[in-house]
């Protein structure tokens, strides 16, 4: 690795970059030019459409200012009318509920919010619309419909305010007339766009850039200094469809010619080119492309001193990346130019962390904290004048004047950037100087692909904690608003990952793959891992076991409850601790990706802690309400021996959670994993019997479903049976089980389902492709949650399915040992032959959208990814359990698809793609689905946190990892005494007055 880990301690960080400005600057001294720009922006506030205007009328935090950002986001690129008038409506009829109350007054509450909204709406196109106070003006002509036309019209105009153009002529030519009443001003144009998801779009983009880079040379000066032209900035993942660290080497062969082509290009031209920041997975690939592309200047274009990169300062490792790429500079004996930002992806960055486990997060968590970052990192970017020229980007006129500080004590030169539609209240009195020099960061394009860098600004922006926010709110004082920085807070601000779940249950332990270290410890297990034959129990001895596992029942199940958590605690502790080998043994046994089996060892700890967890706290007893002169107590008991019998496609996820439940409730278990997968089982049945759970209490009885588990089913005194598999194996345990005389033996199923994923006009194509492709062939399709059926809007279907296609054929098929693979072999020969057969139906029945691979069982039975159109959604005959994609288009009412989906009979997963929210809650509602996932994928249920199981043909509940799962395990028992029986009520007669 180029760089320390992003995972450390923030308070420990910070301190270090408080260390590094120690003498640097005095605060007070070094803001006090700002006071008088905070005041002259404040007595001549910029114009209305500016972010200061906007965040002032129309705050996040406010129901106008959420609704504004929400219709900015989507609505310019709904193509049908329909859909767009129901999301203007969705958005502003929201205050409706807002009004509610206990008196019964919600209807005029919410009929005054609306019109306050409504006035709102109006207002602000007002702003925008020249003849809307005409007698006979837009407005007057609409009449009922004003309030949505009204906002369309503002959305679609608001928009024009934060893009410099919509071509890059426009935009040269707006930047020329900018120039003559500023003349410091220079520009790097930002050609608008999200990151590429085929190579199509990725070629697209290529010559998006060429074609400014040409345009921009037209007008530089070949023979001048490099910065005092205009330039542009880049984003790698713009250029590759797969720019990710597992794709490494591919990205260097493919992503680094692209790149240089355009250097190249920007060098002949005396232009500067900005590589932009991206997330913290991707610093070092991007860092790896960076080097190679100054190998090329060097060698090339060694005269060239507009090459450069954007570094973000919320980073907990900015600091270091500026040493590392002066290092690079010198190292190349290049000049390079730095944007120092404070960042974008601050909140995905934040939840990506939570989401993983991480042991710190990878950015500041308090706001001050970045700015420490931020003074520190200019100061080592003015410290470096031989290999770097400092471009410093922020609007917070207080950080601007620390830097002019900086840069004096320095004598080093630099230059400032704002963004185009941004700071520029500020800026007006910054450039007042003429020596200082500001580069406006432009955004070119349409306007609908303005909006989620738009919306992202209104984030950022929009927080109470940021400056543009505070500046724009006049009940901020100029003390508090211009206050020091350089302080140290010892505790994040917010929870870290470990402690999510909070005091009681300890996040499950994650790895970051990005990170090398953390690859090795796993890529060590798995090249000293051996994988052996498991003897097969035999069925015939099924009678014996059971006994055993009786004869345990009678101690185990009186052993405290907190004793058998506290084991089962134990339990996850040692798993977590061996995560690399169980890793191994997923890869090599049950064909796991890297990331899947990651996510699968987390799983079986989370499994562990919270079924502990669950069962100190149900099965402690209840006291009941009744008269007086008794106690009522409810208590729970085990039920006796469960069998368990889990899949090959969670081998250890699914296994250990059936078996912890059982355990944690006071049962024994039979456990029968799945023939394909029965290694991984035992070790994990090792590891209970390890940590103190007696080896009578839990065997592993491995062997076929049709000996083995059909004799444990067919067992007398069997308490219960917890299964997950298919839904024809489900039913003739169930059939099995009722067969049998003797007690109603209750029955745990999870199944599978022709799981759904409803698509509207609103939603982001970009979000849509990725939770497809996520949802469909992660996992190479054998997830009992993974997307079958993709019924996406007319209106948008011919682009979204281009996108799938391209997206699918980006991906990697192979053996999971290796990192780069995205998909790998499904589990054997016979689910091989099975889905082949399928295909080839399909084939026949439907229309192909993705190119047939040939057969390769040969090979490790690897299946591409396969996609499907279809007429309708009752063409779906049956769940396909592996990398295949049904495909429908569906217009007119989205409830109907709803009811076709649930007319299916299966009810696992489903997902809902929209920017209605009235719409995803009525959706959700009508759906007969036991997990709803809005606006991601639908794979990838969290313990705890999206209790996961269906209904219908897709299980009978309850909810593994949920509140109500241990509950089946136990039975109840209610205690009755009569406290009067010898001597009377003594209590009562004691409290009479």
Same mark, same amino acid.
């Given at each position: 690795?180029?760089?320390?880990?992003?995972?450390?301690?923030?308070?420990?960080?910070?301190?270090?970059?408080?260390?590094?400005?120690?003498?640097?600057?005095?605060?007070?001294?070094?803001?006090?030019?700002?006071?008088?720009?905070?005041?002259?922006?404040?007595?001549?506030?910029?114009?209305?459409?500016?972010?200061?205007?906007?965040?002032?009328?129309?705050?996040?935090?406010?129901?106008?200012?959420?609704?504004?950002?929400?219709?900015?986001?989507?609505?310019?690129?709904?193509?049908?009318?329909?859909?767009?008038?129901?999301?203007?409506?969705?958005?502003?009829?929201?205050?409706?509920?807002?009004?509610?109350?206990?008196?019964?007054?919600?209807?005029?509450?919410?009929?005054?919010?609306?019109?306050?909204?409504?006035?709102?709406?109006?207002?602000?196109?007002?702003?925008?619309?020249?003849?809307?106070?005409?007698?006979?003006?837009?407005?007057?002509?609409?009449?009922?419909?004003?309030?949505?036309?009204?906002?369309?019209?503002?959305?679609?105009?608001?928009?024009? @305010?934060?893009?410099?153009?919509?071509?890059?002529?426009?935009?040269?030519?707006?930047?020329?007339?900018?120039?003559?009443?500023?003349?410091?001003?220079?520009?790097?144009?930002?050609?608008?766009?999200?990151?590429?998801?085929?190579?199509?779009?990725?070629?697209?983009?290529?010559?998006?850039?060429?074609?400014?880079?040409?345009?921009?040379?037209?007008?530089?000066?070949?023979?001048?200094?490099?910065?005092?032209?205009?330039?542009?900035?880049?984003?790698?993942?713009?250029?590759?469809?797969?720019?990710?660290?597992?794709?490494?080497?591919?990205?260097?062969?493919?992503?680094?010619?692209?790149?240089?082509?355009?250097?190249?290009?920007?060098?002949?031209?005396?232009?500067?080119?900005?590589?932009?920041?991206?997330?913290?997975?991707?610093?070092?690939?991007?860092?790896?492309?960076?080097?190679?592309?100054?190998?090329?200047?060097?060698?090339?274009?060694?005269?060239?001193?507009?090459?450069?990169?954007?570094?973000?300062?919320?980073?907990?490792?900015?600091?270091?990346?500026?040493?590392?790429?002066?290092?690079?500079?010198?190292?190349?004996?290049?000049?390079?130019?730095?944007?120092?930002?404070?960042?974008?992806?601050?909140?995905?960055?934040?939840?990506?962390?939570?989401?993983?486990?991480?042991?710190?997060?990878?950015?500041?968590?308090?706001?001050?904290?970045?700015?420490?970052?931020?003074?520190?990192?200019?100061?080592?970017?003015?410290?470096?004048?031989?290999?770097?020229?400092?471009?410093?980007?922020?609007?917070?006129?207080?950080?601007?004047?620390?830097?002019?500080?900086?840069?004096?004590?320095?004598?080093?030169?630099?230059?400032?950037?704002?963004?185009?539609?941004?700071?520029?209240?500020?800026?007006?009195?910054?450039?007042?100087?003429?020596?200082?020099?500001?580069?406006?960061?432009?955004?070119?394009?349409?306007?609908?692909?303005?909006?989620?860098?738009?919306?992202?600004?209104?984030?950022?922006?929009?927080?109470?904690?940021?400056?543009?926010? @505070?500046?724009?709110?006049?009940?901020?004082?100029?003390?508090?608003?211009?206050?020091?920085?350089?302080?140290?807070? %010892?505790?994040?601000?917010?929870?870290?990952? %470990?402690?999510?779940?909070?005091?009681?249950?300890?996040?499950?332990?994650?790895?970051?793959?990005?990170?090398?270290?953390?690859?090795?410890?796993?890529?060590?297990?798995?090249?000293?891992?051996?994988?052996?034959?498991?003897?097969?129990?035999?069925?015939?001895?099924?009678?014996?076991?059971?006994?055993?596992?009786?004869?345990?029942?009678?101690?185990?199940?009186?052993?405290?409850?907190?004793?058998?958590?506290?084991?089962?605690?134990?339990?996850?502790?040692?798993?977590?601790?061996?995560?690399?080998?169980?890793?191994?043994?997923?890869?090599?046994?049950?064909?796991?990706?890297?990331?899947?089996?990651?996510?699968?060892?987390?799983?079986?700890?989370?499994?562990?802690?919270?079924?502990?967890?669950?069962?100190?706290?149900?099965?402690?007893?209840?006291?009941?309400?009744?008269?007086?002169?008794?106690?009522?107590?409810?208590?729970?008991?085990?039920?006796?021996?469960?069998?368990?019998?889990?899949?090959?496609?969670?081998?250890?996820?699914?296994?250990?959670?059936?078996?912890?439940?059982?355990?944690?409730?006071?049962?024994?278990?039979?456990?029968?994993?799945?023939?394909?997968?029965?290694?991984?089982?035992?070790?994990?049945?090792?590891?209970?019997?390890?940590?103190?759970?007696?080896?009578?209490?839990?065997?592993?009885?491995?062997?076929?479903?049709?000996?083995?588990?059909?004799?444990?089913?067919?067992?007398?005194?069997?308490?219960?049976?917890?299964?997950?598999?298919?839904?024809?194996?489900?039913?003739?345990?169930?059939?099995?089980?009722?067969?049998?005389?003797?007690?109603?033996?209750?029955?745990?199923?999870?199944?599978?389902?022709?799981?759904?994923?409803?698509?509207?006009?609103?939603?982001?194509?970009?979000?849509?492709?990725?939770?497809?492709?996520?949802?469909?062939?992660?996992?190479?399709?054998?997830?009992?949650?993974?997307?079958?059926?993709?019924?996406?809007?007319?209106?948008?279907?011919?682009?979204?399915?281009?996108?799938?296609?391209?997206?699918?054929?980006?991906?990697?098929?192979?053996?999971?040992?290796?990192?780069?693979?995205?998909?790998?072999?499904?589990?054997?020969?016979?689910?091989?032959?099975?889905? @082949?057969?399928?295909?080839?139906?399909?084939?026949?029945?439907?229309?192909?959208?993705?190119?047939?691979?040939?057969?390769?069982?040969?090979?490790?039975?690897?299946?591409?990814?396969?996609?499907?159109?279809?007429?309708?959604?009752?063409?779906?005959?049956?769940?396909?359990?592996?990398?295949?994609?049904?495909?429908?288009?569906?217009?007119?009412?989205? @409830?109907?698809?709803?009811?076709?989906?649930?007319?299916?009979?299966?009810?696992?997963?489903?997902?809902?793609?929209?920017?209605?929210?009235?719409?995803?809650?009525?959706?959700?509602?009508?759906?007969?689905?036991?997990?709803?996932?809005?606006?991601?994928?639908?794979?990838?249920?969290?313990?705890?946190?999206? %209790?996961?199981?269906?209904?219908?043909?897709?299980?009978?509940?309850?909810?593994?990892?949920?509140?109500?799962?241990?509950?089946?395990?136990?039975?109840?028992?209610?205690?009755?005494?009569?406290?009067?029986?010898?001597?009377?009520?003594?209590?009562?007669?004691?409290?009479?007055?």
């Amino acid at each position: 690795m180029r760089l320390p880990t992003p995972y450390r301690p923030e308070a420990e960080v910070v301190a270090h970059r408080l260390a590094a400005l120690s003498g640097a600057l005095e605060w007070a001294v070094a803001s006090a030019p700002a006071r008088p720009w905070v005041q002259a922006v404040r007595d001549n506030p910029p114009p209305f459409w500016a972010m200061e205007s906007l965040l002032r009328e129309y705050p996040i935090s406010s129901a106008e200012g959420l609704a504004l950002m929400r219709l900015a986001e989507a609505l310019l690129r709904v193509p049908d009318a329909e859909t767009a008038i129901a999301l203007t409506a969705d958005q502003l009829g929201r205050a409706d509920f807002d009004g509610m109350d206990e008196t019964g007054a919600a209807q005029v509450l919410g009929r005054s919010t609306l019109a306050k909204l409504s006035s709102s709406a109006i207002a602000l196109s007002k702003k925008f619309l020249p003849d809307a106070e005409a007698p006979q003006g837009l407005l007057t002509k609409l009449g009922a419909k004003t309030v949505v036309a009204a906002t369309v019209r503002a959305v679609q105009l608001l928009g024009r @305010q934060f893009v410099l153009g919509q071509t890059i002529g426009d935009a040269m030519d707006e930047a020329a007339a900018a120039r003559k009443k500023q003349a410091q001003l220079t520009y790097s144009y930002d050609m608008l766009g999200e990151g590429a998801r085929t190579d199509a779009d990725a070629l697209n983009y290529l010559q998006s850039y060429k074609n400014a880079i040409e345009a921009i040379a037209g007008r530089a000066d070949k023979a001048g200094v490099c910065e005092k032209n205009d330039g542009i900035s880049i984003k790698l993942s713009a250029l590759h469809p797969r720019y990710e660290w597992t794709q490494r080497e591919r990205v260097l062969a493919e992503l680094v010619p692209r790149v240089w082509s355009l250097c190249e290009q920007a060098a002949r031209a005396n232009i500067n080119l900005t590589i932009d920041a991206e997330e913290v997975d991707r610093l070092e690939l991007s860092l790896d492309v960076f080097e190679a592309l100054a190998a090329l200047v060097a060698q090339h274009q060694p005269q060239w001193r507009g090459f450069g990169l954007a570094m973000q300062a919320y980073q907990t490792r900015a600091l270091e990346l500026i040493e590392h790429i002066a290092s690079i500079g010198r190292k190349y004996k290049l000049r390079l130019m730095c944007r120092l930002v404070k960042g974008a992806y601050w909140d995905s960055e934040i939840k990506r962390a939570q989401e993983l486990g991480l042991p710190h997060y990878p950015v500041f968590t308090h706001k001050h904290h970045t700015d420490v970052s931020y003074l520190a990192c200019a100061k080592a970017l003015l410290d470096a004048p031989d290999a770097i020229y400092p471009q410093f980007a922020t609007h917070n006129a207080a950080t601007i004047a620390a830097i002019l500080s900086l840069a004096a004590k320095s004598g080093n030169p630099f230059e400032l950037q704002r963004l185009h539609g941004m700071g520029e209240g500020v800026y007006r009195e910054v450039l007042k100087n003429p020596l200082i020099g500001c580069r406006v960061y432009a955004p070119v394009g349409k306007h609908r692909d303005l909006l989620a860098y738009l919306v992202r600004r209104l984030l950022e922006n929009g927080a109470n904690s940021s400056f543009v926010h @505070q500046l724009a709110d006049e009940s901020v004082g100029m003390e508090e608003i211009l206050v020091s920085p350089l302080r140290l807070e %010892p505790e994040s601000a917010f929870v870290l990952p %470990p402690k999510l779940f909070g005091a009681g249950r300890k996040n499950s332990a994650g790895l970051d793959l990005e990170v090398a270290t953390q690859r090795a410890a796993l890529q060590t297990a798995f090249d000293n891992l051996t994988v052996p034959s498991v003897p097969e129990f035999d069925a015939k001895k099924a009678a014996s076991a059971y006994s055993t596992s009786a004869t345990s029942y009678k101690i185990w199940s009186k052993t405290p409850v907190a004793e058998r958590a506290a084991l089962l605690r134990q339990c996850a502790d040692a798993l977590e601790h061996q995560m690399p080998r169980f890793c191994a043994i997923l890869v090599k046994e049950a064909f796991k990706t890297w990331g899947d089996a990651v996510s699968e060892v987390r799983e079986a700890v989370d499994f562990l802690r919270f079924y502990a967890d669950e069962a100190e706290r149900i099965m402690a007893p209840v006291a009941l309400p009744g008269p007086t002169g008794e106690t009522n107590e409810l208590r729970l008991s085990a039920r006796g021996v469960w069998v368990c019998i889990s899949p090959w496609n969670f081998p250890l996820a699914i296994f250990m959670g059936q078996v912890a439940a059982a355990l944690a409730t006071g049962n024994t278990v039979l456990a029968k994993p799945a023939e394909q997968t029965p290694f991984v089982a035992l070790e994990a049945v090792r590891l209970l019997h390890s940590v103190g759970v007696p080896e009578a209490a839990v065997q592993l009885l491995h062997g076929p479903g049709e000996t083995v588990g059909a004799a444990l089913v067919a067992l007398p005194g069997i308490a219960g049976v917890v299964f997950t598999g298919s839904t024809p194996v489900a039913r003739i345990i169930n059939r099995a089980l009722a067969a049998k005389d003797g007690p109603i033996v209750p029955l745990i199923a999870e199944t599978g389902g022709i799981n759904a994923m409803l698509v509207d006009s609103t939603a982001l194509p970009e979000q849509v492709v990725d939770a497809v492709v996520q949802s469909a062939f992660r996992s190479a399709g054998q997830r009992c949650s993974a997307l079958r059926l993709l019924c996406v809007h007319d209106a948008i279907a011919d682009h979204v399915i281009e996108m799938v296609q391209g997206a699918a054929k980006e991906l990697v098929l192979g053996n999971t040992a290796e990192w780069a693979t995205d998909v790998g072999p499904v589990i054997d020969k016979e689910a091989f032959d099975g889905i @082949q057969k399928h295909i080839q139906r399909l084939h026949s029945t439907a229309k192909p959208l993705l190119a047939q691979s040939a057969p390769t069982p040969a090979a490790g039975n690897l299946i591409a990814p396969q996609a499907f159109e279809l007429k309708q959604v009752s063409d779906v005959a049956q769940e396909i359990f592996g990398p295949v994609l049904h495909i429908v288009r569906w217009s007119g009412d989205p @409830q109907t698809v709803i009811e076709q989906i649930n007319a299916l009979g299966y009810g696992l997963t489903l997902g809902i793609q929209t920017r209605i929210d009235s719409r995803a809650h009525a959706l959700a509602a009508a759906a007969h689905i036991g997990n709803v996932y809005i606006n991601r994928n639908i794979i990838g249920a969290v313990v705890g946190v999206q %209790p996961f199981g269906g209904e219908g043909l897709s299980g009978t509940g309850p909810k593994a990892g949920g509140p109500h799962y241990l509950y089946r395990f136990c039975a109840e028992q209610t205690l009755t005494v009569n406290t009067t029986a010898a001597g009377g009520n003594a209590a009562l007669l004691a409290s009479m007055p």
